[in-house]
């Protein structure tokens, strides 16, 4: 029902703007509301995707520090047989 107010009001003003000028500030006007459509879209389906991830930022960071780099590794392991633990 929302978006068919939405729709309702849209076509209001822009059938009001028709009746008001000329064929090329028409085609203008058309155009603009074309560009808005298609940034709304992109907005919607960039939304879509980020909501539609599989993991979050703090998932990522979690599997981030619970496996350490290699070069990590390889550094604690040195620290570890120069101190005799190892």
Known sequence: MKARAKTA???K??????ARV???STIAMLER????VLEEESLAEAY???AS?????DEKIEK???SPAPA???ALAELKRKAGLL
């Open 9 to 11: 009001e849209s076509m």
């Open 13 to 18: 003003k822009i059938n009001k703007q028709l």
């Open 22 to 24: 000329d064929s090329s």
């Open 33 to 36: 509301m074309k560009q808005k």
């Open 48 to 50: 879509g995707k980020v």
């Open 53 to 57: 991830e599989t993991s979050t930022v």
């Open 64 to 66: 981030a520090l619970a």
């Open 72 to 74: 990590a590794s390889d």
